[in-house]
């Protein structure tokens, strides 16, 4: 008997298990990029298929990370610059600014207390910050979070 697999067999080992059970119910990688409602989890993918951190391949995933981040900016400690300043160098690394490198992100990054940079947790810091204003405001940020992504990447990454 032949089986014919899943476009989500395919997905990476340590994918969370929600987002795996909810893409088994997509037909394909298509429909599921086109109806995901979590910007966590479509980053999380980028993330893990994209070139390794810091290089050039990861700069529009970078860009599109601050504008998710930008999200929640109401949720950001009062009088704490740190998170816009990493947003701020992240912003000038990902546009090619003369002098600004990678090791120049994650010290900024670091500074704010959040990798910035990295794409992963970039969304979680969304999702999470939303998640204290309550479930309801927590789903809407992460559907604006999927939206921003499919700005960026109007279609699903390739799966191997």
């Known amino acids: 008997m032949n089986m014919k697999r899943h476009w989500s067999d395919r997905l990476p080992k340590n994918a969370c298990a929600d987002a795996v059970r909810w893409a088994k119910t997509q037909p394909t990688a298509a429909e599921a990029w086109k109806n995901c409602t979590r910007g966590d989890w479509m980053l999380w993918i980028l993330g893990r298929l994209s070139d390794r951190p810091g290089s050039t391949a ?37 546009t090619r600014t003369p002098g600004v490198t990678i090791d120049d992100v994650r010290a900024a990054a670091e500074a704010a207390g959040a990798a910035a940079w990295s794409a992963g947790a970039a969304a979680w810091s969304a999702g999470a910050a939303a998640w204290s204003a309550g479930a309801a405001a927590r789903a809407a940020s992460l559907r ?12 699903p990454p390739r799966v191997r």
Not at 71 to 83: E, I, Y
């Open 144 to 155: 604006s979070s999927a939206d921003i992504v499919r700005r960026y990447y109007p279609r």
């Open 58 to 94: 990861r700069r529009k995933l970078a860009l599109c990370c601050c504008d998710c981040a930008e999200t929640v900016r109401h949720l950001w400690p009062t009088g704490d610059t740190r998170p816009a300043e990493a947003l701020r160098v992240t912003r000038a690394w990902a």
